[in-house]
């Protein structure tokens, strides 16, 4: 086709057109709203790296997923802050945890919400790694009973999605065998099954309270670099019996949610995480860039790239636009 019998720009001409040849569409049904549990009541702290993502007590937690239901958003993901940490990180497992008190609240207050918990131990463990540790290495294999016990304690309080982001080996398989034993064969499995060591994490460290106390994450996240093994990672997911795998960031990685939603026949998430987040807002503050529009913009090319779920921060300002 060529110039002049062929000339793009006339479906582009008004926004009815527009619309009418748009290939990529972004729903509030795509989108999962993160939200950061703490103990107490009436608590509603500001993450003063994260503008307007707050520390909530489990009665602040309903109010939001009452919003959230309200603006469309079918979802919501749930980190915990505990009363205290230890080496082992037992709140992660205890049924009176921050996080297993806001399922059962949000089931009772909003029972057609789906509640996604993440399961890790970084939040929990008072050297902040995501695992058990033993002379300064992260121990893979005697971590995962402690994850999968830490599902299960979830998926009990009423967890529709249990979602690993711990990058332990062999995580997905222990999980859903532990589940299927005690009789939650139904739960879902969102795995973290490329999860970058990123440094555009470092908002989410402030509101998770999870900066490790002694080296860094890379020996069990991914390295950048490497693409051939996100394939690799997230079929070991899917052969362990994940429902759903995810990408973790979104957009410094989109080649990596294109590569797996071209080969791998699955829900597919992504994960537009912090500092994603937090630059934005700060571009907008500072009056360098129209925020909404470039909020707008990111999260359709994640749709665009293959992500058919997006957890992101934006959730609420999003769905506001698109009403």
Not at 41 to 64: A, F, Q, T
Not at 244 to 269: C, E, G, H, N, Q
């Amino acid at each position: 086709m060529q110039y002049p019998i062929y000339r793009p720009r006339r479906t582009r001409r008004n926004e009815t057109l527009r619309r009418m040849v748009r290939e990529t569409c972004l729903s509030p049904d795509n989108l999962i709203y993160p939200l950061f549990v703490v103990h107490g009541e009436g608590v509603r702290k500001e993450i003063s790296s994260m503008p307007e993502v707050y520390h909530l007590s489990v009665d602040e937690i309903v109010k939001e997923c009452q919003e959230c239901w309200g603006l469309g958003i079918p979802a919501v993901i749930l980190f915990g802050i505990p009363h205290g940490k230890d080496p082992m990180g037992s709140e992660a497992c205890d049924p009176e945890g921050a996080v297993q008190k806001a399922v059962r609240a949000i089931k009772d207050a909003v029972p057609e919400m789906v509640v996604i918990t993440d399961v890790c131990l970084c939040e929990y463990t008072d050297h902040g790694h995501c695992g058990i540790v033993e002379k300064g290495e992260v121990l893979n294999d005697p971590t995962l009973e402690l994850l999968a016990r830490s599902a299960l304690s979830h998926a009990r309080a009423g967890a529709d999605i249990v979602a690993p982001s711990d990058m332990m080996d062999g995580r997905v398989a222990a999980i859903r065998d532990l589940l299927d034993e005690e009789g939650y064969s139904d739960t879902v499995i969102m795995a973290y099954s490329v999860k970058y060591a990123s440094a555009f994490y470092g908002p989410f460290r402030e509101a998770a309270e999870s900066t490790p106390q002694f080296g860094d994450r890379r020996s069990y996240q991914m390295d950048p670099s490497n693409r051939v093994e996100a394939l690799r990672e997230a079929a070991l997911d899917i052969e362990e019996g994940a429902d759903v795998i995810m990408v973790k960031p979104a957009l410094p990685y989109l080649d990596i949610i294109a590569a797996l939603k071209d080969r791998f026949d699955m829900p597919l998430a992504a994960y537009n995480v912090s500092g994603e987040y937090s630059m934005v807002h700060a571009g907008g503050r500072l009056g360098w860039i129209d925020a909404e529009k470039v909020m707008m913009e990111s999260l359709i090319s994640i749709r665009r790239a293959g992500a058919g779920m997006i957890l992101t921060y934006f959730a609420k300002e999003a769905a506001r636009v698109l009403e």
